[in-house]
């Protein structure tokens, strides 16, 4: 066992609060839960394999009440998809070493966090008009978001979604779901990368626990997304919570500069 009772319970309840908040807005969480566990686990191969283990309940629960509701367009979403999955995979067979690791998972966070601020505060009405982009844009999105979150371990929703609402590509609540399916398919893929090159490592007593909190918080913070629930203040309050930890884990993890 890595941590103590106390310990698991209190870190329960964050990736409970995670799951909630992130699911509300179509993310499964994953760069939160590689915050947290970077504070308490050593490995950052049982970081990385517990936080898309994590992911993928999250948004295999969304997924099936965006479909369920009308909001999955499979068509649309396939290109992104086709070209997201092998390299998530790619992505994922990459043996960083662990100060790049924490180097390139710290600026992502940052990147991640910035965006989803603007976003947030950004132009208003932009739910209403959908600008048409070539084939060729969501092909290669797909893939530099799928290479990069098999690289740092999450399943890249944080990533695309920003951009897609930059890019006025749909509805927030198709975007929503696209990030949700996004992550789901590159989780996959990219667990299947760490299992190819041995570098999948899962506490499972750790794992159990962290994984039913975050399905119970998945469940409820979907159900708030599809009540119509704004989402803004939760996307404010994630994008502080990635910032702050994502400049940690870059500064401390990655660069070994304490304060």
Known sequence: MLLTL????????????????????????????????????????????????CNLVVVSGSSYLYFKNGH????????????????????????????????????????SALALIYQTFAKKNWDEVSADYPPYMTYFLGGAVGLLSGLVGIGGGIFLAPILNHMRWDKSVKIAALASFFILVNSASSIGGYLSNGTFELPWREAIGLVIAVFIGGQLGIRISLSKFTGKSIKVITAILVLFVGIRVLVVNGLSIEF
């Open 72 to 111: 999955l367009d499979f068509k649309k979403f396939l290109p992104f998809i086709v070209t997201s999955i092998p390299l998530a995979f790619i992505g994922a067979s990459f043996r960083l070493k662990e100060n790049v690791f924490f180097i390139i998972l710290g600026a992502a966070l940052i990147i």
């Open 6 to 53: 106390p310990e698991l319970l209190l870190l329960m309840l964050g990736f409970f609060v995670i799951a909630t908040l992130y699911s509300s807005v179509g993310f499964g969480g994953g760069s939160s839960y590689l915050a947290l566990l970077t504070l308490v686990f050593a490995s950052f191969f049982a970081i990385r394999s517990t936080a898309l283990i």
